[in-house]
């Protein structure tokens, strides 16, 4: 099934595109992450020109983090508190991101710096990812781990305006959450990422909050936050196709759904090395592509006079 996408102006497969969606969808609902950081450099394998699979991208995080969200609802594992405080960062740095990447769309140097900045953040996610899942399995088999109360240690949890938030029993300064949602609001305009990947480890490890609590926070605040980023792209810049949009929605509705209840049963650290391995996979891909002869050296657009 061919079909043609009037803003990224190419062609493609509507299967490849919901099967896509499916398997980042599956992505966010095991782990909590929007996906993002997967479908935008997916796309990019497929012809998606990076401004367009960016922009277009953030949008397909909206569905399968809402879908991830509902099923976290049912189960009371969202504290919504946190989540609002991450937004309210969130949104700061989602309009300082748009402007950054409006700004480098001009200068002609978007793709690039987009493509950089997959290749950077997935090989450190990535290569951390994999350290922290096979040190954790290494524990496993060698018996017990002492485990110390995260949330009564670190220097963070010394900053002044504190706020309760019951849901993840906590009580610190409202500060250090604004500061981590405007890095993710930031990274999510100029990547096109939820950013769930950088907002997980540092709820768990900067932030102490209880795992059981993280995932669904995480996807609250990458539903809302995603949908505010791809409003400003589609108004700053007309680079959301619609087409695009609404086929990776569908896979990334019924993937996130499936993705929430196999997380449930499967064993978390075999999963996390599973998922670091996909990771530096796509970053090993996109870091091969910057150093590959392109097929064609020049390109021929319309100038302006």
Known sequence: MQIYLPIAEVVVNGFTLIALGGIVG?????????????????LFFIGIP???????????????????????VKRKTVDFRMGG????????????????????????????????????????IGAMMLHESVGAIR?????P???TRRNQHGWVHRWPGKMKFRASGLYISAIPPLIVGAFVGILGAIMGVGGGFIM?????????????????TSLFQITILSAYTTMMHAVASNTVD????????????????IGANLGAKLRAEQLRILMALLVLGVCGKLAFDLFLRPDELYSIAPGLI
């Open 26 to 42: 599956l992505m966010s609902g095991l782990f909590g992450v929007g996906g993002g950081f997967l479908i935008t450099p997916l």
């Open 50 to 72: 990076p401004a367009i699979a960016v922009a277009t991208g953030a949008n397909q995080v909206v569905a399968s983090s809402f879908s991830g969200v509902l099923a976290h």
């Open 85 to 124: 405080v991450l937004l309210a960062g969130g949104v700061v740095g989602s309009s300082l991101g748009v402007w950054i990447f409006n700004l480098l769309q001009k200068l002609g140097q978007v793709d690039l710096v987009v493509q950089l900045c997959y290749v950077v953040f997935l090989g450190l």
């Open 139 to 143: 524990h496993a088999r060698g018996g």
């Open 145 to 147: 781990v002492k485990r």
């Open 200 to 216: 997980v480890p540092a709820m768990i490890y900067l932030l102490g909050m209880p795992t059981k609590v993280v995932i669904g």
């Open 242 to 257: 619609v087409m695009l949009a609404i086929l990776l929605i569908v896979g990334g509705v019924v993937g996130a759904q």
